[in-house]
């Protein structure tokens, strides 16, 4: 994306602090007036950013704009499938801690796993086929799985349940329907008190933790609450981004850096120019809570991994360095790099997720 766009956003973000929000809006329909979406794949990614902050500044986009782009929007199983193939980045990192996972449960004929996050249990899945292909599946598993959806929730047992059936694995499954800093006192002595040794998966999860109405860290309870547990090991998977700041200056320099990355990870991807673009389309939600919702109502607050190491640490983690780094396939561009106390996992040398394996 052209460095010019960005100077010039950056300037209108810094003006914005004037107070004078119909000269912001003017700028922000100025600039978004000038590009060029058909023709420019940049200008695409660019307007993207400018959409996000407009909402910030209460600017209504132009309806032909929108009426453009939702041209290429597609089913969420399509677009799944479009991600799943032809965007490597969260697989690759499923498959990293899956592999770190498989080092652990390896040891064990029985094993507990707390999953905060669990979504549709995709990452479970890959996990039980990868365990039986190398000849580890354990006998039985307990599966603690935390998922504010329902309805992800129950497919999510379905599958497993039908997985490890399959396998000829004994598993019990635990459904909360919760989100992590709501979970209760007595859900987390529940899982405590379960006779198998334990292991904590966090996939993507901890970064959607909102502050709740008291004076604590709610970040630092919940991993306080995991230590507590006294696990096996924790492994995280976050974006390594910082957008966990009031400042909407450093919001967009540290989002920018950072989606402009995920944006070449697309343009270099065999896609057709609409599946691209509906790719970028997705992402476009994200921006948009970081850029354009109002504080108190962002849940993106990404942190690096530093920050998740020092969070980890004042709890009582300390990080486990792996003496063999998980060995995968990586696709062109991508690379695994140990960083004080987690892996990051880059892409032309900027590192976009942070692994974490603490015990």
Request: hydrophobic residues 40%; charged residues 25%.
């Amino acid at each position: 994306m052209k460095q010019t766009y960005f100077d010039t956003l950056l300037q209108i973000i810094r003006g914005s602090d004037s107070g004078e929000i119909t000269n912001t809006q003017t700028l922000i329909g100025n600039f978004i007036n000038q590009l060029d979406f058909e023709k420019k794949t940049e200008d695409l990614d660019c307007y993207i950013f400018a959409a996000a902050l407009s909402k910030q500044f209460d600017f209504e986009n132009d309806t032909n704009i929108n009426l453009y782009l939702q041209r290429f929007e597609v089913s969420q199983i399509i677009l799944f499938n479009m991600l799943a193939k032809h965007f490597p980045l969260a697989s690759i990192a499923s498959h990293l801690a899956n592999k770190i996972l498989e080092q652990f449960i390896e040891l064990h004929d029985e094993i507990s796993i707390l999953n905060i996050g669990i979504g549709t249990g995709r990452q479970e899945l890959a996990l039980i086929n990868e365990l039986e292909l190398n000849g580890k599946s354990p006998k039985k598993l307990i599966l603690f799985a935390v998922e504010p959806s329902d309805e992800s929730l129950s497919q999510a047992k379905s599958n497993i349940q039908a997985a490890a059936a399959e396998k000829g694995i004994e598993l019990v499954f635990h459904s909360f329907c919760t989100t992590a800093e709501e979970m209760t006192p007595e859900t987390w002595d529940f899982i405590s008190k379960s006779e198998y040794p334990l292991l904590v998966n966090a996939a993507f999860a901890l970064h959607h933790i909102r502050e709740l109405e008291d004076d604590f860290d709610t970040r630092n309870r919940v991993i306080q609450h995991i230590y507590d547990l006294n696990p096996l090991a924790v492994i995280m998977c976050e974006p390594h981004v910082n957008h966990n700041t009031s400042s909407l200056e450093e919001r967009f320099q540290n989002c920018w850096r950072h989606f402009k990355a995920v944006f070449n990870i697309i343009n270099q991807s065999e896609l057709s120019h609409e599946g691209k673009t509906a790719l970028k389309l997705f992402f476009r939600r994200e921006i948009e809570d970081i850029l354009g919702k109002p504080e108190n109502i962002r849940t993106e607050r990404h942190e690096l991994g530093e920050k998740w190491v020092e969070r980890l640490s004042l709890s009582g983690f300390s990080p486990v360095k792996l003496d063999i780094l998980p060995d995968i396939p990586m696709p062109n561009g991508f690379s695994v790099r140990w960083n004080n106390g987690y892996l990051g996992l880059e892409y032309e040398k900027e590192t976009l997720i942070s692994i974490l394996v603490q015990k």
